[in-house]
Structures are given as C-alpha cells and as structure tokens.
C-alpha cells in the first residue's frame, strides 16, 4: 500500500514485517526513530516472536546481535557514526563468524569535530570488515533492501548492512509503496542457519585460527562477496518480480547510453545529479549516472559495462581519506582502467553540507571541458581555510582549528549557498 | 509543471516538522508527490527550528535543501527580526504569517508594495489553536490558512492529515482550527483582491490519483 | 574446666570423590555419567585454577539444566587453552565471543532461546578477572541492568594471566605483575581501594550473587545449582589460583584457594537481590603471611628485610573483610558479624537448603 510517511518509520516496518527474532538496539541520531518504530511495534505485540532489547552501547548491540543469531535467531541492530565505531570489533566478529546480522546504517560523519549530519564516512570506515554493503537512493529502495537484506545474509551467511543517508533519508517523509506481511513472508523464509548453538549437537564456534589456516579462513571470506556479486542481482530481480519494481542490485545507469561525461555516486545524492543530468542533456550536455548500490561487493565488472565509452568519469562521493582523496572513486579508478577514461574525484556533502544542482552541473560541465581537476572539493570556502592556515603558519598556540573556523563563519549550523 | 516548495519557519516545541509532515501529506491525500523534511539538528525547545516540504506533480528526486521557496510560513513572529526569513523568497512567493496583529504593526510594511500585498497574509493561528484545542500550537491552524492561501493543498487533505497524525479530540480540535484559519484567509485574500485564479495551483496533471 | 566447642568432620567429607556420602550429598564431579564440559585434552598450565574451576562449574551447570545449556566465553586463558585449532574440548555448545562483550553475546543467546519458546535451554557465560571486571564491565552491568537470563562466572586469577602476567584491576595490592614490577618504593600492584566485582554485582539488586573457591568443590557445585534454580542475572565470582602467573607451584593451586578463604582475603559468600544471605565462616583463621610466602608473586615482601609493613596492610584488609562479613563466628572471637547460617559443609549440588 502506497503510503506517505518518515523513512526511518517505513523501514522500521519493513524490519518487521521480516520477522525479526531479536532485535537490540541503541540510540544514536540519526537512527533514534527506527528502533523507536521497531521497539512500538514490539511492545504493543504488533510484531511478535521478538526480544526487543534495549542495550547499554552499541558494542553491546552487536554483540547481542552476535549471540541471537549463533543461537539461530534473526538478528537486527541500527546505529550511525560513533556507534559504527565503538562496534568495530564486534562488526568484524559478526562477518569473520559468518553470522548473517543485518543492520541499517544511518549514515552520519564521524568526528572530531562532532558532526551529527550525513556522509558516508562511516560506511567507509568499515567497507573491509567483510560485510555486504547496499546503499538506497530513495526511501523505497530503504525499504526494499532491507527485505533482500535478510535473504542475501542468510543465504551467505553473512552479515548485511543497509546504508541510508541520515537525515536526508530517515527524516524525510514521502511516498513508500510499504510490503504486506505476505508478500515479504513468500520472499524472506525462516532462517536457517549454517551454524548453531544446539544442545542437541554441541559445536564450538569462534575458536582461534593460526598462521596453519587463517589465510585460507580469509579466502573463504573473499569467495563469499564473490558469492554476494552473483547473488545480489539475482536476487534483486526476484524481488522485481515478485514486488513489481527495481530495487537493489549492483549499478544502475542513467541516461549513459551515448553520455561523454558519466558521473558515478552512492546513496541519495543520485536524485539530485539525475535532475542535473536532466538539465544538462536539455542544454545538448551529454551526460549520464551511474548509481552504484552494491558497495561490498565491489560491482568492478558491471560498473566498467556501464561507464562504457565514457571519456570522463565524475565520482562524487561524501566521503575522504585524508592525504590521500577520494575513497569510492579509487575502486572506480579500477573499474575504470584500460577503458580510457579520465576519473576525477568531487568530494562533497561532507558533514551534510547540501548538494546543490547547481553546484554539480557546473562541476560536471567543467569535466566535460577537461577543466575539472583530479580532485575537487565541491564548494569549499577556500577563504576560509587560508585564514585558518594563516593562523597556524603565524602562531604556534593557534588554538582549535574547528572552533577557529566555526567563530569565522559566525553560525554553528549548516550552511546553503 | 513547477515543483511547489515550501519553507516553514518556527521554534522548538511549535510543532514546525510535524507542520511539514502533515503539509506532505495533505499534498499525497491530494495525488500530489510530496517530500517534507526538517533542518536538522538535536532537540532543543525555542530555538529557531526550519522545515521543508516539496510538492510536485511528478516523483520528487532532489534533496537539495529549498533555497527560493514559493511558499513561506511563519509559525512564530518573534523570527521576524532575528532570523533571516526572507532569505530567497522571490515576490511571486506566498507568505502566510502566524499573527494576530497586522502586518504594518509586524513591521513588515515593506513587503506589502504593490501586487506582493494579494501574496502575504497574516491569520491568528496561535489564538485559534488555543481555542479550538486548548493548546497554543498553531500548525495545524496554518496549513489551514495556507491551504486558503495558496490552494497548492485542498482543506479537506488537510483535515485527513491532520487526523493520520492525530487521534481523537486533539485530531478534531486542530481540524476546527484549520477550518477556521481557512475561512479567515479565504476573506482576507478575497479583500486584498487575490483573484481565484491566481491561486489554483500549478500542479494539474498529477498522474497520481487522488486517495481519499 | 572451660568447656571448648569441639567440631568433628567426617573424614574426606570435603573430598571429591566421596562416595561414603549419600547419594544427594555426592558431587557432580564424583559421577562417572558427568558431563566433562570441558575435556581433557586442552593444553592449560598444570595445576591450572581456571581450568579446575571451569569443569566443576560447568558440570554442575549442566546437570541443574538437564543437559540443555549454552555457554559463551570470553577471550582469556580458558577460551585459548580449549580450543587449539583445530581441536575443541568442550563438550557443551560453546560460543567464543571477544574480550569485552561475554555478558552481552549471552544476553543475545538467552533472548534467541526466548524468541524461539525454548525455555528449557539455559545459559552460561564464563571469562576471567580481565574480561569481567575491566573490559567487560560495562556489558556486565547492562545484563545486571537488564536482569538478562544469564549466569556468569568470572574466574578471578587476578591478572591477565594469558597475555604474560599484565595487572588486571582484579590484581591485588603489592602483587608484582609484569606491569607492576616489585620494583621500588611501592614494589607491586599499588594499594587502590581495589574494584570487588561480586559487591558491585551484589549492589545491581540481582537475584543471586556468590563466591567461591576452588578448594571446596562441594560449596561451589551447590552454588552453581542454587544459581541455576532462578532465572534472571546472576553471577558467580570463583578464586581461582594461577601457578604461572603466582609463581606458585602447580600443586598448590586448591591449598593457596583454601588459604585465601581461611586468610580472609578472600571472602566466601553469597547474596540475593541487594543484600548478603549466607556467609562460609572460616574454619581455622590464619594470618595472611600463611597465603602470600608460597607465592612468587610475593617473593619481595619477604626476601632480605622483607616489608613488614605491607605484609601488616593485607592483613588489615584480610582483618576488614573478617569483620565486614562476619567471617568468624563469635566462639572464634572475631566480634560482631551479620547473623548467617551454621557453617556445615554444604550439601553437593543434587541436594537442597
């Protein structure tokens, strides 16, 4: 049924209508209101069969997220940013066991300097951790990933996280066609798992792995996003078939056919280019996108099919790795090699500075020029930097870059050019 | 057909997101696309608070924030001078503005030159909330008046929002409210000489039907 | 002439393998048809505590749940010296977890085995001093918090002994470890006000807390059986001693467990929902200086001159643990102490209070 209502709200539903066994969680902006939604529907029996359970951190969360599921259980957790963080060790734990938790990453900077606004730095902090990592564009596709979320992961047995963009995602209210419990019961059956705790069949699980096997432990481990690349997009078209619409899957392209200039971007923003897409073919631009929805796996192959004869790649991408650029746009960089295209990395959105349309035409028709550099930051206020390093070259006791920055720019939010 | 977008400006507390929310999904009950969504930032009662909402004939895919709004509502006058409303309103925009006093008296004299006078309405929302619900919680009020204002959403949408967001007598209290802050901006459009056809929105042709 | 009270013991009556006893009175460990949890074959130190502590909490668990328990295990000794890949000891289904988060993966069994109406499968969480009192404390106070269905034993060799010998908070003062050499002015652990986990478990409220020593096998089997008989958080805090890390020999192990006890160093207790219900009075008080020379640990305190004053400050700790607990009867002489119960051996685990 075709409803208008809160992203996190709708994917809270969509989480039950999974059939979650345990499902524990933290509270972290921007996820408080889906494990609001979920923790309601528990406690007024609308979802049943589910230990909703209110832990004390997030390392807590995945840890009993770790538990549930080696006991057999469907297990969900959400969390953000510095919850991601703090559960590191146990998200590893989760994959490098082969337990399939799925968890929804309302994506949010990590700090220093505390930034409770969206990017992708989280995902990215974790992309090698071994788990499957699907990005939505809209709330529906939120939605929908979750319900192939729990089939991949169990499939695998591996853990699944959704990404969605915190805020301009979870917060935003639009149209979501939600699922019938029906509909999601024929797709998702009960979980069987590959390992489990039973006293009936006594097994150890996570014993320790020397040098004599812990390389082949970790073969197995790549086999298994190998696995993920086939399974993703299969899986991706059941689900068109039997929900009626395209959700998921590896890559998806815009307007490429004949595009000189192919921009290539995660998550959300991809509405926003693909109206600047729009605009720009209307000024005789030839220019397309390139959604990627599968992060981890790395879709390399099917990514460098649809950049085809591109001569310019533009990765935008809200996310960096100091010192050394863009993050997603050096895995396209290798998709991309031996096919003769220029990849230029615009890194933007940082900390959930918006994205506008008109900021990202220009930047694209800059590429078509050959006129964009190798790496871009998308509307920095150049001004504002040179004064904090002119700051830092003059005095040794320069003081707090951020808040140095922060009393120049005179507003303690977020800015709209 | 032109995207409608609305900005709504108010604090903490004033029910300025919920505002945004149920204004989507009027436009939805409406057969609309709609996409409402706040600034945000952490819970705070008083600060100055802004919220968004997108109505289109078509699927709305940007999520840029609304730089030049054709709507603007403004749920707490005490903005008026401190915050910089007006930021990227054009003067084709509407505007609505939560007072019971009138726009003179708001000091806003200078946004009342010539054909912009039929665009920016004042409705006591406040006081009509505060009747109608016991409550000084003008949303719901608002859209009502808005509704009036800019016919971009129909009063009855309004009013099915108000009660998929609200249960009971708070849901009726706040529907007699936008019923009335309807009515009042309805005649106070009517005598400054709105033209009924200036205000039939610009967004026939929604290929959505209308759910009722 | 003064009349003296006069205690008989049956003799081997504290033995574990005593068959001389009624059946109910007979320990878990003395059954042929005991489970084995954790098997021989796992390669921990001989004379290992934890080890011993370990197989007799664990078959005793097993037998309280009618064969049907999960365990989860912390990183540490145990979890290192049972499953030496490839091989497994352990009999029972057993989940590694990580270092810090034992309590909060069993929360997620027991809410698993609720999820799914299986009532009947219970469930154990083991690590030692290290993953319980510092890493793991703040998943132990959440499933405290939480009143989760867990019982979790914390075997307190008071070091991290499986890393080389570092200080844990468990680590007592004066102790040398090898980030506190007995080196200096202070050699040792320093005197804090040290972290007692079983008190601040006590202080949760939660429905059962006890201590216990690897010397008396029956009082820590009926602790484990008792512990089973509810549901809800409940933990179990057992000394066990470490001959690697103490420098002690290998075959001290149950007697230095005993001398904590009679020392006072160590008090044996038990507690419900705030408040201590039983203590294990000490039978034949010794001086501390009994329990610290036959270990290595110690060595400085006695070697040359000796520190005769840091000797005097444990004991006034072993001295302000008497008198907290009562540890002492009053025909001992030991003064006031909360009322408790006679101190009779306690009945194996099979028999009742």
């Known amino acids: 049924m075709l409803r208008q209502l809160e992203g996190s709200r709708a994917v809270a539903e969509a989480v039950g209508l999974c059939r979650p066994e345990v499902v524990c969680a933290y509270p972290i902006s921007p996820q408080t209101h889906i494990i609001e939604g979920i923790g309601a529907l528990v406690k007024s029996g609308a979802l049943e069969h589910c230990e909703f359970i209110n832990v004390e951190s997030e390392f807590a969360a995945m840890s009993v997220c770790i538990g549930a599921s080696a006991a057999g259980a469907r297990a969900y957790t959400a969390t953000a940013s510095q919850g991601l963080l703090y559960m590191m060790e146990a998200v590893y734990n989760a994959s490098g066991l082969g337990l399939p938790v799925v968890m929804t990453l309302a994506n949010r900077a990590i700090g220093a300097p505390i930034n409770i606004w969206n990017d992708h730095s989280d995902a990215m902090a974790v992309r090698d951790a071994g788990w499957i990592q699907l990005f939505a564009e809209t709330n529906q596709e939120a939605v929908d990933l979750h319900v192939q979320a729990f089939r991949l992961a169990e499939e695998l047995s591996m853990p699944v996280m959704v ?219 150049h001004t504002l930097v040179d004064r904090e390093l002119a700051r830092m070259g003059t005095q040794r006791r320069s003081g707090p870059a951020a808040e140095n920055i922060l009393r120049d720019v005179g507003v303690v939010s977020a800015r709209v050019r | 057909m032109p995207v409608f977008q609305v900005r709504i400006h108010g604090r903490g507390g004033q029910g300025v997101v919920t505002a945004a929310e149920m204004l989507s999904v009027a436009a939805f009950r409406d057969g609309h696309y709609a996409q409402a969504f706040p600034s945000f930032g952490s819970e705070r009662t008083g600060a100055p608070v802004v919220a968004f909402c997108r109505i289109d004939g078509g699927p709305i895919r940007t999520r840029e924030p609304i730089v030049e709004p054709d709507g603007l509502i403004v749920q707490d006058a005490t903005l008026l001078h401190q915050v910089d409303l007006f930021s990227g309103v054009g003067p084709e925009a509407l505007i609505l503005v939560n007072s019971s006093r009138s726009m003179e008296e708001l000091g806003l004299s200078d946004l009342l030159q010539g054909p912009a006078r039929r665009r920016v309405l004042t409705v006591p929302a406040t006081e009509l909330a505060r009747e109608h619900t016991g409550r000084a919680v003008p949303n719901a009020a608002l859209l009502g008046g808005f509704a009036a204002l800019s016919a971009v959403v129909s009063i009855d949408a309004v009013i099915l929002a108000i009660r998929d967001r609200f249960g009971g007598e708070v849901a009726e209290g706040n529907a007699a409210a936008a019923r009335q802050a309807f009515a009042f901006v309805a005649d106070e459009a009517a005598a400054v000489g709105a033209p009924e056809e200036r205000r039939r929105p610009l967004l026939e042709g929604s290929h959505r039907a209308a759910t009722a | 002439m003064a009349m003296q009270p006069v205690k008989f013991y049956q003799t081997g009556s504290f033995a574990v393998g005593n068959r001389l006893l009624p059946v109910r009175y007979r320990t878990v460990q003395s059954d042929a048809g005991r489970t084995n949890s954790l098997n021989s074959g796992h390669r921990a130190c001989q004379g290992c505590g934890e080890a011993l502590g370990a197989r007799y909490a664990l078959d005793a668990a097993m037998r309280a749940a009618n064969g049907k328990m999960i365990a989860v295990n912390a990183t540490g000794c145990l979890e290192v010296f049972s499953t030496p890949y490839p091989e497994t000891s352990w009999r029972v289904p057993w989940l590694h977890s990580l270092f810090a988060n034992a309590p909060s993966v069993a929360t997620g069994v027991a809410a698993a085995l609720r999820a799914k109406g299986r009532h009947d499968v219970r469930v154990v969480a083991q690590a030692g001093d290290g993953g319980t009192v510092d890493i793991g404390f703040a998943c132990l106070s959440g499933m405290f918090e939480r009143n989760d269905d867990v019982l979790f034993i914390c075997y307190d060799n008071q070091g991290y002994m499986n890393t080389g010998v570092q200080r844990s908070s468990a680590t007592p003062p004066a102790a040398r470890t090898a980030t506190t050499e007995a080196v200096g002015p202070e050699p040792g652990n320093p005197f804090g006000q040290g972290k007692d986990v079983a008190r601040l478990a006590t202080a949760h409220g939660i429905p059962y807390v006890a201590t216990a020593t690897v010397a008396e096998l029956h009082d820590l089997e009926y602790k484990v059986h008792r512990a089973m008989e509810v549901h809800g958080a409940r933990y179990l805090h057992v000394f066990v001693p470490c001959p690697l890390g103490w420098q002690a020999a290998s075959s001290d192990t149950v007697r230095l467990a005993r001398l904590a006890k009679e020392t006072g160093l160590f008090p044996v207790y038990e507690a419900e929902h705030g408040e201590v219900t039983s203590v294990s009075r000490i039978r034949r008080p010794l001086p501390v200086e009994e329990y610290l020379r036959p270990q290595g640990r110690y060595r400085h305190l006695f070697a040359g001159e000796g520190r005769p004053d840091i000797v005097a400050r444990l004991q006034a700790m072993a001295d302000a643990n008497i008198r907290r607990y009562g540890l002492l009867g009053p025909d001992e002489g030991a003064g006031d102490g909360p009322a408790t119960l006679a101190d009779d051996p306690a009945p194996a685990a099979g028999g009742g209070r």
């Open chain 1, 163 to 381: 990404c969605m963009d915190g805020f301009i995602l979870t917060h935003a209210v639009e149209a979501v066609e939600m699922p019938t419990q029906a509909q999601v019961d024929a797709f998702v059956p009960p979980y069987e798992p590959r390992q489990v705790l039973d006293p009936a069949d006594p097994v150890s699980i996570g014993a320790m792995v020397g040098p004599e096997a812990f390389e082949e432990v970790r073969y197995l481990a790549h086999v298994k996003q190998l696995q993920a690349l086939e399974r993703i997009p299969a899986v991706a078209a059941e689900f068109a078939a039997a929900f009626g619409r395209t959700s998921g899957g590896l890559v998806h392209g815009y307007r490429c056919e004949d595009a000189e200039v192919i921009v290539v971007a995660l998550g959300s923003v991809l509405g926003t280019i693909k109206d600047a897409v729009d605009e720009l073919r209307q000024r005789q631009v030839r220019v397309g996108v390139v959604g990627v929805g599968s992060f981890r796996p790395f879709p390399e192959a099917a990514l460098r099919d649809a950049l085809g004869d591109a001569a310019t790649v533009v990765v935008v991408e809200k996310a960096l790795a100091p010192g050394a650029g863009g993050i997603l746009a050096r895995d396209v960089t290798m998709a991309a090699a031996g096919g003769g295209a220029e990849v230029r990395t615009v890194i933007a959105g940082l900390g959930g500075r918006p994205i506008t349309k008109a900021s990202l035409a220009a930047v694209i028709e800059a590429a078509g020029r050959g006129e964009l550099e190798a790496l871009h930051f998308l509307d920095l206020d």
